[in-house]
């Protein structure tokens, strides 16, 4: 499909933003690595801080990437899968606030002043333009959000009795579950962080703070994997050379998705004694809810990868896997999403565990949680993101990959190092290694009266596999930019390889609309969430007053 250079320049525009910022994020990860393993024994290197490399780290790879790709991604499916491309001002005032907003909240933690990490709890205090930066990402994203449903809409009157393509389905429910979980987030920061930050309010309701930020920050995590979710349905069956199992289950898949991604999020909350046990109960059970869709797309991906391998000739109960495109370079991108299969689970069995009561509180704030999240996002999600970028930039450009056999191995490189890295992390959690922690300056150093030798081979692990990270990252931003520089060998365009349905599947009402669906999804909500606000709103102490995380006393601010 050709598209208009306009957009082909936004698309571009929202992949180099976020790929330009995560050559600071992967090399704060090294860094972090690095400090945890306790080969350096000071606060800062470089003259950036810890805890402002942690923040840099997390923010970058988990907010800042994560939204503009899917952004970028959910421009090219709309445009592809509909034939209609979005709006022009809408994509550019899209662009524009998210740019804006991210070198807001870049500038604040490049100059110290908002190293409160990935989560920004409070008590710990940020400058404002970190808050309101991050608003400003996350608006650009509604703007483009809600004009993507002014293009469904009109479709959808044209093509009442056809099938809206499933790329299309698990695009919108990816944004609508952004789009309301962030409406929580976006209260937190402008109404209680922006006016405590700024001074104007003495303290902040810490336990509301955090309840809020978890109504977003669990659903953030399907925000990241839907993007590959689609990837895996509408394209994995093709790349490996066969058909899509079915595409109806996808559909079920995306809709449970859709009711619940978002009421899980106090199960990170299980050590906050605020919240009551019967609210925790619940919501630990919607979390093992929420494993159907992804047992769902098991089966039906793994379905689909063997109906591909037979007519490759594949045989036997699992030889036939070894028939599948693992390097061939003309479909590099089986090789990025498989990968990110095998390490999702993973990902999805350790998940369980932090999902469980009593086992989390065995793993609760220990480093077996980081192992967990980056068996997630930088399984599936970061592998995802990072192939498909290859092709957009490509397809986009008109060029050919650079060092096509470099990029056959990128993805498997990473989750060698992955698998390394996270072992070492769950296995110190294990023994209760903490997370966040510069364990250089205390823990796992020599020098210092809370040595911990007990937690020296599991952070080598972690070191060992996050410098083989670090080697894949390095090697992906060349085959990224050496794609972008060389000369241009075919038209712009963009030609997903989509993948056909194995079966004749009618067409289910109830799978190709979604007004019951945000019911439904509405009441589980309300039912889920009334509760544990009521409960954080009600039982706890006086408001905190803002801290620094270098300085355990708080922050007195001076009276005009």
Not at 70 to 96: C, D, N, Q, W, Y
Not at 222 to 245: D, H, R, V
Not at 541 to 549: I, V
Request: proline residues 6%.
């Amino acid at each position: 499909m050709n598209v208009s250079r306009y957009l082909r320049n936004i698309i571009l525009a929202e992949l180099f933003v976020p790929v330009l910022l995560l050559t600071i994020g992967i090399y704060h990860g090294l860094m972090q690595v690095i400090y945890r393993a306790g080969v350096i024994h000071q606060a800062s290197v470089a003259k950036l801080d810890y805890y402002q490399g942690l923040t840099l780290h997390g923010v970058i790879n988990a907010i800042v990437l994560t939204t503009f790709f899917a952004v970028a991604f959910g421009h090219a499916t709309i445009a592809f899968f509909l034939k209609r491309e979005p709006g022009r001002k809408a994509s550019m005032l899209s662009l524009v606030l998210m740019i804006v907003g991210t070198l807001m909240a870049a500038a604040a933690i490049l100059s110290g002043k908002a190293s409160v990490l990935y989560t920004f709890y409070p008590p710990l205090k940020a400058h404002p333009a970190f808050y309101i930066g991050t608003a400003m990402l996350i608006v650009g994203s509604w703007v483009a959000y809600w004009d993507w449903a002014v293009v469904y809409v009109r479709w959808k009157r044209e093509h009442r009795e056809e099938n809206t393509p499933l790329a299309v389905i698990g695009t919108l429910v990816n944004f609508t579950i952004w789009f309301v979980c962030t409406l929580a987030v976006a209260y937190e920061v402008l109404v209680l962080l922006v006016p405590w930050s700024l001074g104007w309010t003495a303290g902040v309701n810490v336990m509301l703070a955090r309840t809020l930020f978890w109504f977003f920050g669990h659903a953030l995590v399907y925000f990241w994997l839907l993007p590959a979710y689609i990837m895996f349905y509408t394209m994995l069956p093709k790349l490996a050379g066969g058909k899509l199992y079915s595409g109806t289950a996808g559909r079920i898949a995306f809709f449970l998705f859709l009711l619940f991604s978002i009421p899980i999020g106090v199960h990170h909350q299980f050590g906050d004694p605020s919240i009551g046990r019967g609210i925790k109960l619940t919501q630990s059970l919607l979390t093992f809810a929420v494993a159907i869709p992804s047992f769902i797309t098991a089966f039906t991906i793994a379905a689909s990868l063997e109906h591909a391998s037979w007519l490759r000739g594949g045989k036997g109960l699992y030889s036939w896997i070894w028939k599948l495109p693992f390097f061939r370079k003309d479909v590099f991108l089986f090789g990025y999403l498989i990968n990110g299969l095998i390490l999702f689970i993973f990902g999805g069995l350790t998940g369980l565990v932090n999902a469980s009561y009593s086992l989390n509180n065995t793993v609760h704030n220990t480093a077996f949680i980081p192992g967990h999240f980056h068996l997630t996002v930088a399984g599936p999600v970061f592998l995802a993101i990072l192939g498909m970028s290859i092709f957009l930039v490509s397809q986009l450009t008109g060029k050919k990959i650079y060092l096509p056999a470099i990029n056959t191995i990128i993805p498997y490189l990473w989750t060698v190092g992955v698998l390394i890295f996270s072992a070492g992390l769950m296995w110190g959690g294990l023994m209760g290694e903490p997370r966040r922690t510069n364990m250089g300056l205390t823990y796992l150093n020599p020098a210092s009266e809370q040595y911990h030798p007990y937690w020296v081979i599991s952070s080598m692990l972690g070191l060992a596999g996050g410098g083989i990270m670090f080697a894949a990252g390095f090697l992906y931003f060349i085959v990224f930019f050496g794609t972008f520089l060389r000369k241009r060998s075919a038209e712009p365009m963009i030609d997903f390889p989509v993948s056909e349905s194995l079966h004749k599947e009618k067409r289910i009402p109830l799978f190709d609309t979604f007004r019951p669906w945000l019911i439904l999804m509405g009441f589980i909500l309300f039912m889920t969430y009334l509760p544990a606000i009521s409960d954080a709103l009600n039982n706890t102490g006086k408001k905190a007053p803002p801290y620094l995380p270098t300085d355990p006393t708080p922050i007195v601010h001076k009276k005009p």
